[in-house]
């Protein structure tokens, strides 16, 4: 029915973009008619109109109007290259013309799929030699509940069922990625979460961590698995899965002496942990994992985002040798797979991706450049009226938005939530070219590892100025 709405210039989006000919309002009629969004309250987008984005160079974008935005949430925290890479549209287009698809179920396999594997098993940690491809982060993490269970099975406890997650994590939206989520919002609506997955709380310092120091409430955060592992019975518990920064939280850094504890309890416990590498993967936390940042070993890691800076969809398990060895010797079939495991395409992608970031050193540029810069910046940032506090890591960071500065985290005066102040906030950035989240009244970004230490001053102007609205806005 919709295709008559449809004119020449909708049909041929790559050729308008350059001519800057969309007819927004049309486009914006049509996504309201038609397109159901991910997380989207559609009465309200029907009265705003979506914005349309364009084009994409390094770390802009274009709207419909022409309009030039900083992309400070790397699409969603993925474009870790940065837009416009001609190179990995061209091993895309070489790769479709040669193999545009072939499986790798029932014995075969493709020349892309085995190379990221093994640059894959490179670059992870010396413990993980296999890896598990799936499409998504939700993909990713749904497998690690049926691999975690399986390995137990063949360890002869099939009673290990169930994996211990966050309060306030986000690891995807299938039944299985949103049960392991910690997200009330998500939890109310389907159901969940579905059997044999609990929740402990975050290690959220500023929220949770009053009356003790950091390294303590890192100990203290941690124990709540121990004592949910007791609870539960150690011989109960499969697995603990956690993000090494909790992204889609708000960016909720732990304290150092955190993760550390937490394996520590894992390994008491003979329990699997996963880390969820989602967002930290690929450079973001100025390590190519973020479990490497932490210090931490784990026993699987999910990727996803980052592999191919969101390019072209793809996702999996990086299984270190203590799951593998187990379902390669012992587990015959592991009857779990996706059409799309290992696509020629998306892993040619990926190829061309880890190529730019290698050859550029991108994440070596967050460690030693750019992620010093940001947190630089953001602390600047920190003396603006509006700002309780700022934390950054690689290249997230966080401005907490509060009524009234505290000489701590923990004595500053909140704004009550029906202010909605991080949404007044996030409206300035939108109006004002640059992309920012709002959890809460907290303001995140994660933009595109290619920054500059310019881009970033940039981006940290647009920041103060878009305050200095919502401070107007408050008075
Ligand atoms: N895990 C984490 C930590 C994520 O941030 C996300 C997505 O934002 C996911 C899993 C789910 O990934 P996907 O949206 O590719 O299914």
């Not at 040669?98 to 190379?115: E, G, I």
């Not at 389907?190 to 929220?207: E, K």
């Not at 050859?359 to 010093?372: F, H, R």
Request: charged fraction near 20%.
């Amino acid at each position: 029915a919709a295709m008559l709405a449809l004119d020449a210039t909708m049909l041929a989006p790559q050729r308008a973009a350059r001519q800057e000919a969309f007819d927004t309002q049309a486009l914006q009629r049509l996504d309201s008619a038609h397109f159901l969004h991910p997380f989207t309250d559609h009465a309200a987008l029907r009265k705003r109109g979506a914005r349309v984005m364009v084009r994409g160079q390094g770390i802009y974008l274009w709207d419909s109007e022409g309009n030039r935005v900083i992309d400070g949430m790397s699409g969603l925290w993925c474009v870790n290259a940065g837009y416009g890479r001609t190179s990995i549209s061209q091993a895309v287009y070489q790769q479709m013309e040669t193999l545009p698809f072939y499986n790798s179920f029932f014995n075969t396999t493709t020349v892309p799929a085995v190379r990221l594997a093994t640059l894959l098993a490179e670059l992870a940690p010396p413990q993980f030699e296999h890896v598990f491809f799936t499409s998504s982060g939700s993909e990713a993490n749904d497998t690690i509940v049926r691999m975690v269970r399986r390995y137990w099975d063949l360890m002869g406890q099939p009673q290990r069922q169930v994996i211990i997650s966050r309060r306030n994590a986000y690891h995807g939206s299938t039944m299985a990625g949103a049960s392991l989520g910690g997200m009330d919002g998500m939890h109310a609506q389907g159901g969940l979460p579905i059997p044999g997955i609990v929740h402990i709380g975050q290690p959220h310092y500023a929220q949770e961590g009053q009356g003790m120091t950091e390294a303590e409430f890192g100990l203290h955060a941690a124990g709540w698995l121990e004592q949910k592992i007791l609870e539960l019975g150690p011989d109960q518990v499969a697995a603990f899965i956690g993000e090494p920064v909790q992204g889609a939280g708000g960016v909720i850094i732990p304290p150092v002496t955190y993760w550390p504890e937490i394996k520590r309890i894992c390994d008491k416990y003979d329990i699997l942990l996963v880390s969820d590498e989602v967002i930290c993967g690929f450079g973001r936390l100025g390590t190519w994992f973020g479990c490497e940042l932490m210090q931490v070993q784990p026993d699987l890691i999910t990727f996803a985002k980052g592999v191919t800076s969101g390019y072209v969809p793809l996702g999996g398990v990086l299984v270190g040798s203590r799951v593998a060895q187990t379902l390669i010797e012992k587990g015959g079939d592991f009857n779990h797979g996706f059409t799309y495991s290992g696509h020629p395409v998306a892993c040619a992608a990926a190829l061309e991706n880890l190529r730019i970031l290698i050859e550029e050193k991108l994440v070596e540029k967050v460690a030693l450049e750019t992620g010093p810069h940001l947190a630089a910046t953001f602390a600047g940032l920190a003396s603006h009226p509006l700002v309780g506090h700022a934390e950054s890591c690689g290249l997230v960071a966080g401005l907490n938005l509060v009524r009234r500065k505290g000489d701590t985290v923990h004595d500053c005066e909140h704004f009550d939530s029906a202010h909605a102040v991080g949404m007044i906030c996030r409206g300035h950035m939108f109006d004002n070219g640059v992309i920012m989240r709002a959890v809460g009244d907290r303001m995140i970004v994660a933009p595109p590892l290619v920054i500059t230490k310019e881009q970033i001053d940039e981006m940290a102007e647009r920041i103060r100025f878009c305050l200095d609205q919502t401070l107007i806005d408050l008075r």
